[in-house]
C-alpha cells in the first residue's frame, strides 16, 4: 500500500527516518515535484501506522543531511583538501625509496584529479 503527502523532501534521510520508526513495515519511497509517495510492504497499515508516518512526515527537515550524505560530504572536503595540496616528493630526497613511493602517491594524485575532474 502506498501513502502520499505534498512536501519537498530529502528522500534519503526520510527513508532513514520512516524505518528507524517503522521498522520493515516501510519498504522506501519515491518522489514526483513536490509529492513523495511511501511505499508500504504491508497490504492494510493500522491507523496507528498511518499516523506515525504522517509524524514523520510532518515533522521532515529536507535541509538536513542523512548520514550517508554527511559522509559523502566529509569524503568529497576530504578530497578536495588533498587535491588542493598535493604531494611534494622533494620532501623525500633523502631516501631513494621513500622518494619513489612519494612519486608514485603523486602520480595516484594526479590520475585521480583528472578523473574527478
Do not use: C, Y
Not at 512536501?7 to 532513514?16: D, W, Y
Not at 514526483?32 to 499516523?51: E, F, K, L, W
Not at 588533498?82 to 604531494?87: K, N, Y
Amino acid at each position: 500500500m502506498n501513502i502520499e503527502f505534498t512536501k519537498l523532501v530529502n528522500p534519503e534521510l526520510l527513508t532513514e527516518e520512516l524505518k528507524a520508526v517503522l521498522g520493515e513495515a516501510v519498504q522506501g519511497l519515491f518522489t514526483t515535484d513536490d509529492v513523495v509517495t511511501i511505499v508500504m510492504s504491508i497490504d492494510n497499515p493500522t491507523q496507528s501506522q498511518r499516523d506515525r508516518v504522517r509524524q514523520v512526515v510532518e515533522a521532515h527537515d529536507r535541509s538536513l543531511k542523512s548520514e550517508w550524505q554527511q559522509e559523502q560530504e566529509a569524503v568529497e572536503a576530504q578530497r578536495e583538501e588533498f587535491l588542493a595540496a598535493p604531494l611534494n616528493v622533494e620532501t623525500f630526497d633523502d631516501d631513494a625509496l621513500l622518494r619513489q613511493l612519494a612519486e608514485r602517491v603523486a602520480w595516484l594524485e594526479r590520475e585521480l584529479a583528472r578523473l574527478v575532474g
